[in-house]
């Protein structure tokens, strides 16, 4: 369910980028709708890939701690 509200804000940012790119060209904002789906979807990707990043990062982390706090005891042995 988190990895569903993320994405979901991911794609709600990509509606407004798009809607934002619209307004700086001054056209119309229902010019060329696809484009809303597509920024969506690009966002989305984007947002699922640093999520997935960040993930793998933090049991990297863990498990260089885990290591350390190991050496740590056996030094102190």
């Known amino acids: ?4 509200a993320t994405l979901s804000g991911w794609a709600t ?3 407004l980028v798009r809607a934002y790119q619209n ?5 119309d904002m229902l010019y060329a709708p696809m484009g ?3 920024s969506a979807g690009f966002w989305v ?12 990062n933090e049991l990297l ?3 260089r701690l885990e290591k350390l ?3 740590r005891a056996t030094a102190s042995e």
């Open 1 to 4: 369910m988190a990895l569903f």
């Open 13 to 15: 940012f990509g509606v």
């Open 23 to 27: 307004g700086i060209r001054k056209v």
């Open 36 to 38: 809303y789906a597509y």
């Open 45 to 56: 990707a984007l947002g699922y890939g640093f999520t997935k990043w960040t993930e793998k």
């Open 61 to 63: 982390l863990d498990k």
């Open 69 to 71: 706090n190991e050496a």
